[in-house]
C-alpha cells in the first residue's frame, strides 16, 4: 500500500512545516554536539544511528515530536476532500524512525575547498517610513575557515558603500566563522592559499581573455555600419560595488517555487517592486548601476534594469525563451525591457516596470506609402542588444528602430551573435568569475488582511481629521465600503492576466445601494508601498478623488476600502477606493 505521489508530496510538506516549526532540526545539532562532546571517547568522533536515536530519546525529542505528528495508516489508498469541512485529525499506528540518508553527509574539506561561490551580505537601512536604503554589498570569501583550527576563525571586513560612494568605506564588520558539524579532517593554511591564489589567476586570465573577444567582436560590429557606433550595445555593466561585469551574468533562470504560478503573476511581482534611478551626483547623464539580485530583492525597489533583469529570469524558469532588451524610449531616453519568442514565431514584449505585454508585428519599410502598416502600441523606439544567461546578440540592421526590426535571431545578417563558449566562460554557472547562484525566492510576511485593515482604519481618520478642518462632518457607511471590495479584487486580477471580470456583480450591487435620487462616485488608486498618509497626500493631488474626499451636499456617506495584495518578498499591490453617495439637489 502506498500513497499517490501529490498525496506524498503534500504529506512531506506538512511534516517539514511542523518540523521547521518545532525547530527539531536545531535541537537536534545541540544534542549530536553535546553527545560528541560529552559521551564519545575522542578517537571515535563518529555517531552511529542507534546513538543518536537513544540520545534523542532520552532528551525527549522523539516524544515531543510524535505529539505533534500523528499518523494515519488506515483507508489512506481512499481520495481525501480537497476542502476538508472538519480539521485533519491523525492519530499514531506505529513508532516512527529516524533514517539516514546520503543527502545527510558532511562534505569532506576537499570537497568544500572546490566550492568557489561566495557567501554575498547586503546591508540595507530602513527609516520610521518603511523606506529601504542600500549600504553597502559585499561578497566575503568563507574558505579561509577551512585551513583553521577547531575549524573557528575570525574575520574583520571593511564594507564600502555603493553607487557612487562606492569608494567610501561605511564601517568594519567583524565575522565569526565555525564548520558545523566539524570537519573530521581540516587543510593546511597553505593549501586553502593556494587553491585561492590558483583561482584568482584563473579568474583574471578568464576576465582578460573574455575583454580582448569582446574588443574584437564590437570591431567587427563596427565595420559593418559605422552607424552602430551610436546604438545601445551594452556588453558590461557595472554592479553597485562598481565592479564591471557582463551583462549576461545578471540573468540566470530562477524558479519561484510555489510562490509564483505563473508568467504573467511574475510579472506582476516584478511590478509592484518599486521602481527607483540610480542616485546622480551633479548634472549630467543617467548614472550607470545595475544591481545584483540579492541586493535588488533586498531593497524591494531598483532601476528599469534591475526589474527587466529580475522578469528575464523568472521567465527562463518557466522555460520560456526569455531575453532583456537594450534601448530607447520616447525622447531617446535609455531604457530595458523583456522580450520572449515563442515556437511559432511570436515575438511578445514584456514591460517589467508596468507589467504590460505587447505583441510585436513589424512594419515592412519597402510597401508603398498607401499599404495599411500594423500600428505598435508599445513604448520603445530604438533596441541596441539582446541577451540572456546564454546568449548575446546585437543588432546589424540597416535601422534600429524596434517596428521594423525582425526578430529572427537564428539570422546573423541581423543580429551579431558573440560567441556561446566565450558567454559561457564567465558567465556560466560554477564560473569564478560569475555571480554566485541566485538565492531562492522568500514568501511574503506581510498578513494582507491585517494590513489593509489597518491601512484602511488610518485613511478613515486623516479623511476625518481633513474634512474637519474644511467644517464637514463625516458619515461612514459600513456597508458600502464592503460593497467595494469586489471592484479592488476585480482590478488586481486584471492587471494580473489583462482579463476583465466581475464588474457587472460590482456595478449591479452599487446600484442596489444608491437609493433613487442619490448619486454615487468612486475612485480606485494603486500604490505599491504601505504607507498610508503619503497614499492619501497622492490621492489629493487627484481633482476627482479630492472632490470625494471633500464632498458637499445632502445625506453624504462616505466609504473607503482597501486591499493589500502580497506577492514574495513582502512585495504587495495596495488598492485603495475612495467612495461617496449623496442626494443630489438641483
Known sequence: MSLPPEKASELKQLIHQQLSKMDVHGRIREILAETIREELAPDQQQLSTEDLIKALKRRGIIDDVMKELNFVTDNVDQELPSSPKQPVCFTDRQSTLLKKSDGTRMADSTTMLSISDPVHMVLIKTDIFAETTLVASYFLEWRSVLGSENGVTSLTVELMGVGTESKVSVGILNIKLEMYPPLNQTLSQEVVNTQLALERQKTAEKERLFLVYAKQWWREYLQIRPSHNSRLVKIFAQDENGINRPVCSYVKPLRAGRLLDTPRQAARFVNVLGYERAPVIGGGGKQEQWCTLLAFLCRNKGDCEDHANLLCSLLLGYGLEAFVCVGTKAKGVPHAWVMTCGTDG???????????????????????????????????????????????LGNCQPSDSVESCVFDLNDESKWKPMSEEAVKSVCAPGATTSLPPFPPLCASTIDASVTSNEIEMQLRLLVSEHRKDLGLTTVWEDQLSYLLSPALASYEFERTTSISAGNEEFQDAIRRAVPDGHTFKGFPIHFVYRNARRAFATCLRSPFCEEIICCRGDQVRLAVRVRVFTYPESACAVWIMFACKYRSVL
Open 346 to 392: 511570436t515575438v511578445t514584449f514584456w514591460e517589467s516596470l508596468t507589467g504590460h505585454r505587447y505583441l510585436h508585428k513589424p512594419i515592412n519599410p519597402d510597401e508603398p506609402p498607401a499599404a495599411e502598416q500594423p500600428k505598435p502600441l508599445y513604448p520603445y523606439r530604438t533596441i541596441g542588444c539582446v541577451f540572456n544567461h546564454q546568449t548575446f
